[in-house]
């Protein structure tokens, strides 16, 4: 087992206007809640990403990767409605290859793909039930952290095997939500490409999320712990990827899984944990089939 992603937890505003207007929300996806002009979030996150032993490219070598990412994320309210924040990982991997009995490990231990990022929210309507919200993202992943990673026997690891792809990246998406007194919905849609290099090239990808929250008891005061379970969905499709100026084939795919979670919070701070796991995996021979992901993070605002 090892490790893999970041991301989120939270604290309620709904009903505690003097903090920071993102309440709950899920670990996957995205929102369009913002925070509030002048208000900061700082996240620590760390997730699990465990793969089932596969077939590389459908030859011989049996592979294993596990993974780890920390993840340092911190979120500021430039306006009312409008929000930056730079995502920071690290990332800690392994790949074990065996072959005929025999077995070595390749350890990747460096900085990962930095992100930078906006949402703006461009539509809010509230009523005496609830506050439905939605809004605009986008993103530019940075070509940080090393792109070739070489074996114990000095030779390069195959490009789509590492967690960098060593090339610039944008996101653009959308994102809906409804706050309400018993919980929240949560929807997102979020489109990433990248640029591509003689060396590699990853493909184009597509998230698609929906997430149900409900409190497990009555928010009455913000002096209590407010608790909220989670229940989602989220579908992950992948473009085929390039090496050498050249289509892999046998790469892109899609995978449907299922979010179970739990976000407590308390005024200026929050936590959460949630667990993803594949429903119906579609994926070709050169990625490595996922058996589950855990994601946990504690979150404050300032």
Known sequence: MRWGALSGALMLALLTPLSPASAQEPLWGEV????GKGFAYVTAGAGIFDYKPYAHHGGPVLLKIDRLEAVTAVEYGLQSDLDLRVNLPYVMQTIKESFGGQSIEQDINSVGEMTIGSRWRFRQVITGRHKDELALLAGLKLPTGPAVVRDVTGLPIEPHLLPNSGNLGGTLGVAANRHAAYGGYWTSAMMTAETSSTRYGRGPSLQLHATAGRRVRPLTSG?????MGMLGL?????????????TLEDSGGSVLSAELGIVGSKRNYGAHFGILLPLETRLRPSHAPPRYEIQASLRASF
């Open 223 to 227: 002096d209590r712990i407010d608790w």
């Open 32 to 35: 369009a809640s913002t925070l």
């Open 234 to 246: 989220h579908y992950h499709w992948m473009g085929k990827d390039s090496e050498a100026g050249h």
